[in-house]
């Protein structure tokens, strides 16, 4: 699949740029007016990455964490240059770039590369969801796990949820972590774990793992329950565990 082909190709690009940059000590960062992090390596990546895009599909949109843009009818590429840019300034090694494909607004196409960590997920609609390892290439798939009290659940931070509803999810499961960010996705999607929920999620934060997770047997909405990568949050599960997820979070959370 050509879409796919670049896709990764684009991985690679990002990280050749992003991996050399980490732990740097010449690596600058500054703050957004949000007061979120943002380095060198994240701006000269999406700028790369747009340069790439630009001489393989001059046709496509591009929506960018840095570089702003919009993609909705027809072709659209959803960039996150380095999603866990906290951690990557701090030489934590939990960060990955996450690229999208989307055809008239909905992600057909996606790839997280984790370099640090050694590892990378991808899917394109029909032909099933991946992850290369040390161990070499996997086809994967979520968890069977059918009952909340048998859940493991990760969030990014849970500071960030309103009322009581991820206290109320957290005492139903049977264990909390805070992997954060793009990796609580992908482990939904291998059958890690399964349940995560994020406060905040912006489109170039979910895009690429809505195809990932379908293609693993998931499912993916924002915290009221609608599918889709626009919502401002995020909710992933092995499917399984989706309505019990949003009935625990309950009404409250949804209304913040």
């Not at 969801?129 to 909340?148: E, K």
Request: proline share 5%.
């Amino acid at each position: 699949m050509a879409d796919l082909d670049l896709a990764l190709r684009l991985a690679d690009t990002a990280d050749a740029v992003t991996l050399p940059r980490f732990r740097a000590a010449d690596l600058r960062v500054t703050r957004k007016p949000d007061r979120t992090p943002v380095t060198d390596a994240d701006t000269a990546a999406e700028e790369a990455l747009r340069a790439l895009i630009a001489a393989e599909r001059p046709g496509d949109d591009v929506l960018g964490e840095e570089g702003g843009g919009e993609v909705g009818a027809g072709r659209g590429w959803v960039l996150d240059p380095i999603d866990g840019t906290k951690n990557y300034s701090r030489g934590l090694p939990v960060w990955a770039t996450l690229i999208a494909l989307t055809v008239d607004g909905e992600p057909e196409v996606g790839v997280v590369s984790a370099p640090a960590l050694g590892r990378r997920w991808w899917a394109a609609r029909g032909r099933g969801a991946w992850m290369a390892d040390g161990a070499g290439t996997h086809r994967i798939a979520v968890s069977g796990v059918a009952d909340l009290a048998d859940a493991y659940l990760s969030t990014t931070d849970a500071r960030g949820f309103a009322g009581d509803g991820y206290a109320r999810l957290a005492a139903a499961v049977w264990e909390t972590r805070a992997f954060g960010d793009f990796w609580q996705y992908c482990l939904v999607a291998e059958g890690a774990i399964d349940v995560c929920a994020d406060p905040a999620a912006n489109p170039w934060d979910l895009a690429a793992l809505v195809p990932i997770l379908a293609e693993a047997g998931g499912r993916l909405t924002d915290l009221r329950g609608e599918p889709g990568f626009r919502g401002g949050d995020g909710l992933a599960t092995n499917g399984l565990l989706h309505e019990a997820s949003l009935a625990a979070l309950g009404p409250r959370i949804a209304a913040g």
